[in-house]
C-alpha cells in the first residue's frame, strides 16, 4: 500500500471512530451525582451536588436525592442548564425551608425554599415545601423563573402564595403533582400546564393570581385536574383573582369540589380587570361545576372547537416549540 492509500484508509478509519464515539455518548446514560444525608453518596446536601453539576450541560445531568428531610434553601443558577432532580419517594425526599415576607429582608421573590433559574430543569418524585405557617403571610415552597421545566410526581406544600411561576414567556408542566395552599397559592406570569393534578385548597380564598402578560396567550391551564379541599376551612374558594389585567386561567375537565363558588372567580376589587381577564372553563365536573348562568359575567366557557387549542403543542409553541415528556 503506498503513503496516499495509507493515509485515506487512516481518515477513514479516524471517521469512522468519530462517528462511533457521537453514538456512543448520545445513547450514554445521563450523568448521575448521589445526594443522601447518610453518606452513602457523594454529597450530604442537595445545593453541593446542584453547585458540583456541569455548567451549560447540554446533556440532562442527574441528582438522585436519597429519603430524607433536606432544610436547605435551595438555588438552581441559570448556569446550571439540564438538571434533574430525582428522588427515591415523593412523600420522603422533602426539600423544605421556612423564609417567609417580611422576616428580616425577605420578600415575596426572596421567600422561596427552592429557586429554578436554569432551562431545561426537571423534577420527579419530591416534595417542594415552605414551613413558615399560615400566620406568616407570603412563603413560597416553589419559585420557578426558568424555560421549559418538568415537574413530575411531585408534591409542592405551603400556605400564601405556595407555587410562584415569576417569569412571562417561560413555560412548565406539572404531571399528576399534588399542590396545595391558602390564598394565590399558584400566580405568577407563566405559561404552565398542570395536567392530571390534586389542587388542595386549606381555607376561604383563591386558587390562582395570574399575572399573564398582554402578548402571552396562554397562562395556566388545569387539564383532567382535581380541585379538592380542607372542607372544615374551606368552603368558599374561587378558582382565581386577576394579579395584574390579562390574566389568563383556563380550566378543563376538571372535578371541582363543592368548596368553589358558584361565580367561580373574583376580581380583586379591581373592576377594571374584569374587561381584560381571560378567565375559561370548558366542561367542568363535581358539585363546583356551576352552570353558566351562575358564573362570573366576565368568564365564559369554552366551545368544542375552541376547547381542541388547548394542545401541549399549541400551549408551548413559539420561537422554540416545546413538547414536554411526561
Known amino acids: 500500500m503506498n503513503t496516499t492509500a495509507a493515509r485515506s ?30 453518606g452513602s453518596g457523594q454529597f450530604r446536601t442537595v445545593q453541593a451536588a446542584i453547585d458540583a453539576a456541569p455548567t451549560q450541560s447540554k446533556q440532562e445531568v442527574v441528582i438522585r436525592i436519597r ?22 419517594d415523593r412523600s420522603q425526599t422533602i426539600l423544605t425551608f421556612d423564609d417567609h415576607s417580611g422576616k428580616g429582608t425577605i420578600n415575596t421573590y426572596t421567600s422561596y425554599s427552592v429557586l429554578v ?7 420527579e418524585n419530591l416534595t417542594f415545601q415552605n414551613t413558615a405557617g399560615r400566620t406568616a403571610g407570603q412563603a413560597v415552597a416553589l ?6 421545566c418538568i415537574f413530575r410526581n411531585c408534591r409542592i406544600l405551603g400556605d400564601q402564595d405556595t407555587l410562584f411561576l415569576a417569569t412571562g414567556h417561560t413555560r412548565q408542566y406539572f404531571y399528576q403533582c399534588f399542590i396545595e395552599g391558602t390564598t394565590d397559592f399558584i400566580f405568577g406570569s407563566s405559561t404552565a400546564v398542570f395536567d392530571q393534578c390534586t389542587i388542595r385548597s386549606k381555607k376561604n380564598s383563591h386558587i390562582t393570581a395570574a399575572a ?61 380587570s ?9 366542561r367542568s365536573t363535581g358539585p363546583g361545576a356551576a352552570p353558566a348562568t351562575t358564573r362570573v359575567a366576565w368568564s365564559r366557557q369554552l366551545s368544542a372547537r375552541e376547547a381542541r387549542a388547548y394542545t401541549l403543542k399549541r400551549i408551548f409553541a413559539g420561537p422554540e416549540p416545546w413538547k414536554p415528556r411526561a
Open 9 to 38: 484508509m487512516t481518515k477513514k478509519l479516524l471517521a469512522l471512530l468519530t462517528l462511533l464515539l457521537l453514538a456512543l455518548a448520545a445513547t450514554a446514560r445521563p450523568q448521575e451525582l448521589v445526594v443522601a444525608q447518610d
Open 67 to 88: 429519603k430524607g428531610v433536606y432544610k436547605e434553601k435551595l438555588v438552581v443558577p441559570a448556569t446550571k442548564t439540564h438538571l434533574t432532580l430525582l428522588g427515591d
Open 117 to 123: 433559574q436554569g432551562a431545561d430543569f426537571r423534577a
Open 143 to 148: 419559585h420557578v423563573e426558568a424555560d421549559r
Open 212 to 272: 399573564t402578560p398582554q402578548d402571552q396567550a396562554y397562562g395556566f391551564v388545569f387539564r383532567k385536574c382535581q380541585l379538592t379541599a380542607d372542607t372544615a376551612l374551606a368552603t368558599n374558594v374561587s378558582l382565581g383573582r386577576p394579579w395584574q389585567p390579562y390574566a389568563q386561567v383556563a380550566y378543563l375537565h376538571t372535578y371541582m369540589g363543592p368548596h368553589i363558588r358558584p361565580a367561580g372567580w373574583d376580581n380583586w376589587k379591581k373592576p377594571e
Open 274 to 282: 374584569e374587561k381584560t381577564a381571560r378567565y375559561i372553563e370548558y
